[in-house]
């Protein structure tokens, strides 16, 4: 296990779905945790960054408090794009997809949870690329980026650094596959015990 935090930043704009923050986000302060009883190194150093500093509502009410993305310096490990019904306004927001196009060359890999693949795809990032989002806006994101390979089945799909997953509860599959790839499956495993979720969960999103 690296002794180097992993830099794990999750991107909140308003009226983001809170689960696809907060699911992911528990995975891994779950597996630091297990890394601390064993007196391991904490493995990720994650927290949620927005276009300006403070709190940021959630489509569920409930407000996340966030860094602004100007703090955010020097090598990224994971970048994670959620989505939720502020996700189209979010994609006109020139300067938020501007940031998000110039953090691939700073990134190690770049995922979307939910429609957050509407973000990533307004920011140029997936044309040519087999990708997901929740099935109910499978054909929306396919039509409206043409240039895209759009899968409908799959719980989260890997191609090359971008990884994108189905809807919601899927950022938690996603999480969990993201640190069974840096740390083990022996771990990913625990985690999931831990949370009490199948580590790969049988079947599709449909």
């Not at 989505?83 to 890999?109: F, K, N, P």
């Not at 191609?159 to 950022?171: E, F, H, L, Y």
């Not at 996603?174 to 990913?188: F, K, N, P, Q």
């Not at 985690?191 to 999103?205: H, N």
Request: aromatic share 4%; hydrophobic share 45%.
């Amino acid at each position: 296990m690296s002794t180097k935090a992993r830099s794990i930043l999750l991107l909140a704009f308003p009226d983001v779905q809170l689960l696809d923050v907060s699911g992911p986000l528990q995975v891994f302060a779950s597996a630091n945790e297990l890394a601390a009883q064993q007196r391991l190194a904490e493995p990720y150093a994650p927290r949620v960054v927005a276009a300006e500093a403070g709190l940021v509502t959630s489509s569920s009410g409930l407000a996340l408090l966030a860094h602004s993305i100007s703090s955010v310096k020097g090598l990224i490990d994971t970048l994670i794009i959620p989505g939720g019904r502020g996700v189209s306004a979010a994609s006109e927001d020139v300067r938020l997809t501007r940031w998000i196009r110039r953090q691939t060359s700073r990134s190690r890999r770049i995922a979307s949870v939910c429609s957050g693949a509407f973000l990533l795809a307004e920011a140029g990032l997936l044309d040519g690329r087999r990708v997901v989002t929740h099935w109910g806006r499978c054909d929306e994101l396919a039509n409206r980026y043409p240039k895209l390979r759009v899968e409908t089945d799959p719980i989260f799909v890997r191609d090359g650094d971008i990884w994108t997953s189905a809807g919601v509860t899927a950022g938690i599959d996603l999480a969990l596959a993201l640190v069974e790839a840096d740390l083990g499956r022996s771990i990913a495993l625990e985690v999931a015990r831990e949370l009490v979720v199948f580590l790969k969960r049988p079947g599709g999103q449909s």
